[in-house]
């Protein structure tokens, strides 16, 4: 969903559609896998430093998980340009990459 480039400057993709995926396929179990990884709650638990860029997506995403209801939020990947969070929802899991967003359905 979010991602800076290399001159530092926000690169934001509107994510019109958000990808549903079931838990039981193999792409499911991918992301569930990411998902539960725990990198931290805070962009300070992952990077010395901050971007404004940053800041206002992570912030952005907190807000959606908020909106949803979530729970168990986290930052579940990142590097030097982005990163990805996660959080339960309860239905299953979502996720927010700097390309995507998807729902995890959990198996029934």
């Known amino acids: 969903m979010y991602s800076e480039d290399t001159n530092q400057n926000l690169k934001?993709?509107?994510v019109?559609?958000?990808?549903t995926v079931k838990g039981n396929t193999a792409k499911?179990?991918?992301l569930v896998s990411r998902a539960i990884r725990y990198e931290g709650y805070d962009l300070y638990d992952v990077y010395g430093r901050v971007s404004q860029a940053k800041a206002s997506a992570?912030?952005?995403c907190l807000e959606r998980c908020a909106e949803e209801?979530?729970?168990n939020f986290r930052i579940c990947g990142h590097c030097t340009t982005n990163f990805?969070?996660?959080w339960r929802v309860a239905d299953g899991w979502r996720l927010e990459?700097?390309?995507n967003s998807y729902k995890v359905l959990d198996e029934e």
Do not use: F, P
């Open 69 to 71: 209801g979530g729970t």
């Open 12 to 14: 934001i993709l509107e």
């Open 28 to 30: 499911g179990r991918e």
């Open 97 to 99: 990459t700097y390309m």
């Open 16 to 19: 019109e559609k958000m990808i």
């Open 58 to 60: 992570y912030r952005d």
């Open 84 to 86: 990805t969070v996660a």
